[in-house]
């Protein structure tokens, strides 16, 4: 069994910058993309970035894209998300994901996730 562990969140100003980062653990093998979701209160968890085993993929919702950056160390077993530009409407609470499926970013197709940290953006 695989553990994810997200760190970095907390509370910036709109423009700002955060780092968040994913620690994986245990049976962390079958992973192939891995990815960042994000749910805010009463809305539904949402897609935000996803990496390619070799990191040669990234993918990015249109909401982020040009303000976060995705990367991952397969030898530390990390996942990093650089989110710069920072708006209120990024507000929520971000998880890490792991999917054994190449190039995804269906939630449905990650099989194992993090706790999630709260990223609160303010006016």
């Known amino acids: 069994q695989a553990q994810l562990v997200e760190s970095g969140g907390g509370l910036v100003q709109a423009e700002g910058s955060l780092r968040l980062s994913c620690t994986a653990s245990?049976?962390?093998?079958?992973?192939?993309?891995m990815g960042w979701f994000r749910q805010a209160p009463g809305k539904e968890r949402e897609f935000v970035a996803a990496?390619?085993?070799?990191?040669?993929?990234?993918y990015y919702a249109d909401s982020v894209k040009g303000r976060f950056t995705i990367s991952r160390d397969n030898a530390k077993k990390t996942m990093t998300l650089q989110m710069n530009s920072l708006k209120p409407e990024d507000t929520a609470v971000y998880y890490c994901?792991?999917?054994?499926?190449?190039?995804?970013?269906?939630?449905?197709?990650?099989?194992?996730w993090g706790q999630g940290t709260q990223v609160t953006v303010s006016s």
């Open positions: 245990g049976r962390t093998y079958d992973f192939n993309t």
């Open positions: 994901a792991a999917s054994s499926r190449s190039a995804t970013t269906d939630p449905r197709t990650f099989g194992s």
């Open positions: 990496i390619s085993w070799n990191g040669r993929g990234t």
